[in-house]
T-cell receptor, first 115, second 115 residues
Framework: AQKVTQAQTEISVVEKEDVTLDCVYETRDTTYYLFWYKQPPSGELVFLIRRNSFDEQNEISGRYSWNFQKSTSSFNFTITASQVVDSAVYFCALSEGQYGNKLVFGAGTILRVKS | DTEVTQTPKHLVMGMTNKKSLKCEQHMGHRAMYWYKQKAKKPPELMFVYSYEKLSINESVPSRFSPECPNSSLLNLHLHALQPEDSALYLC??????????????FGDGTRLSIL
């Protein structure tokens, strides 16, 4: 069975601090995809990034960066210079199923950024 | 604003009522999904439609009945629900039935309360 673990239940930081959200996954598949989604209080899940198992390059998008390490089965997400608008629940997810059309979500990490 | 539109935003119903949740997307996506999300929990997949055909049913009770009238619309018909069915119901769509190729885009959800 595939599994995604987000060990940090809740993180509180002060604005402008950097914060890293951890994600560890388990899978027997050689081809798989990992995702990060943001869920603000309004409820919708906002897609942030998709990474396939063959691409271990780190990625940076503005204040967001992702560190994918197959050796440790981790896909961590860092927000640099956090802002109050970053406050949300962040989910890491892993694709599974014959056609990869099932997302298995981690429990989520609540991020609170205080001004 | 999200590109996946869900109505209603909120719904309160009794256990004997019949109601429907609606989801619409105009992105030309051919896969659509229903998720259930309880408070402080990650989303759980309920159904997947691919090219208007039901491809995945995650052993959802028959009191939930999905329908995909066309490629842009997805309904979830509700009948004789239980209080434990109270949750946020999220609709999502993706370009194909393989989430590995394209990410899922989510709506804002319908907050359902069963009295």
């Amino acid at each position: 069975a595939q599994k995604v673990t987000q060990a940090q239940t809740e993180i509180s930081v002060v604005e402008k601090e950097d914060v890293t959200l951890d994600c560890v996954y388990e899978t027997r598949d050689t081809t798989y995809y990992l995702f990060w989604y943001k869920q603000p209080p309004s409820g919708e899940l906002v897609f942030l990034i998709r990474r396939n198992s063959f691409d271990e390059q780190n990625e940076i998008s503005g204040r967001y960066s992702w560190n994918f390490q197959k050796s440790t089965s981790s896909f961590n997400f860092t927000i640099t210079a956090s802002q109050v608008v970053d406050s949300a629940v962040y989910f890491c997810a892993l694709s599974e199923g014959q056609y990869g059309n099932k997302l298995v979500f981690g429990a989520g990490t609540i991020l609170r950024v205080k001004s | 604003d999200t590109e996946v539109t869900q109505t209603p935003k909120h719904l309160v119903m009794g256990m004997t009522n019949k109601k429907s949740l609606k989801c619409e997307q105009h992105m030309g996506h051919r896969a659509m999904y229903w998720y259930k999300q309880k408070a402080k929990k990650p989303p759980e997949l309920m159904f997947v439609y691919s090219y208007e055909k039901l491809s995945i049913n995650e052993s959802v009770p028959s009191r939930f009945s999905p329908e995909c009238p066309n490629s842009s619309l997805l309904n979830l018909h509700l009948h004789a629900l239980q209080p434990e069915d109270s949750a946020l119901y999220l609709c999502a769509s993706s370009q194909s039935n393989s989430v590995a190729r394209q990410p899922q885009h989510f709506g804002d959800g319908t907050r359902l309360s069963i009295l």
